[in-house]
């Protein structure tokens, strides 16, 4: 029977720019015991060779084939319900590639999607221009809400912020592509070619990859390298099937890998 990873990478692989402790070990036996295993970034703005930049930097081999990000998904969700659409992006690097690849139309005007992504060159104008746009009838898509970490000197405002100003002002909500959203955790699990009973995610955050997981039926592991504390998981109404300090305490095979 097959079974595969969706791995997040932030508070799961590294900190910021640091490595884990025996995250890089933990890849390297994921490969070497050729388990499948893809990760899962909301983050629209990286391509994936940055993604693979990044952890290769961290001394973790991986390649593009390995990384499947919320840009994808919404590039995969634009092919799928809207053959022939046309779109006005307020993102930039690894969102325009998914698009583009995709074969989807970006226009200036009249579009038929406004879709945000995360930026660092967002201006008010190119926000007034995208809420003009959604007045007139344009339905709106962000890659993923996720919040700023509201953090002194942080140079970017969160996608969360911005479509918070989008939808106060256009008094139309987003439609969520990204993590917690079972529209990307089905397109991953499309992606690996895996039944949702066959999937385990291994995140640090309830909120995204475990709630996420529980959404769709597949198995959870929740890793405290990240941003949760084990003393908050009470005040959920759903918990993860295993919790655990960090990556390299996972032991394979995974204990519910042999109930089929």
């Known amino acids: 029977m097959k079974h595969g990873l969706m791995i997040d990478m932030d508070g799961v692989i590294y900190a910021g720019e640091e490595l884990i402790k025996g995250a890089d070990v933990f890849v390297k036996r994921l490969l070497k015991e050729r388990i499948p295993f893809t990760f899962l970034s909301n983050n629209s703005s990286k391509s994936r060779a940055d993604a693979v930049e990044k952890l290769a930097e961290l001394g973790i081999r991986v390649t593009e084939k390995h990384i499947y990000t919320s840009a994808m998904a919404t590039a995969t969700f634009l092919r799928e319900h809207y053959p ?4 006005h992006v307020l993102g930039e690097g690894g969102l325009l590639k998914s698009l583009k690849k995709a074969g989807i139309r970006m226009v200036d005007k009249k579009p038929d999607l406004v879709i945000l992504g995360e930026g660092q060159k967002f201006s008010l104008d190119k926000v007034h221009k995208a809420v003009d746009m959604i007045l007139a009838g344009a339905r709106f898509i962000t890659t993923n809400r996720d919040p700023s970490p509201r953090r002194e000197g942080w ?3 969160g996608i969360a912020a911005t479509a918070a100003m989008i939808e106060e002002a256009s008094g139309r909500e987003p439609f969520v592509i990204g993590k917690p959203s079972p529209v990307m955790m089905r397109s991953a699990a499309a992606y690996m070619g895996l039944k949702p009973e066959d999937v385990t995610v291994i995140g640090d955050t309830m909120e995204t990859d475990i709630i996420g997981g529980i959404y769709m039926g597949f198995k959870t592991i929740l890793v405290l390298s990240g941003i949760t504390d084990k003393e908050q998981l009470t005040k959920y109404g759903y ?8 990556v390299d305490e ?3 095979p995974l204990k519910w890998w042999t109930k089929h």
């Not at 022939?84 to 779109?87: F, L, R, Y």
């Not at 918990?239 to 960090?246: G, K, N, Y």
Request: glycine letters at 0%; one cysteine or more; proline letters at 6%.
């Open 84 to 87: 022939d659409c046309s779109v």
């Open 155 to 157: 140079n970017n405002l």
């Open 239 to 246: 918990r993860p099937h295993l919790v655990v300090d960090s």
């Open 250 to 252: 996972i032991e394979f």
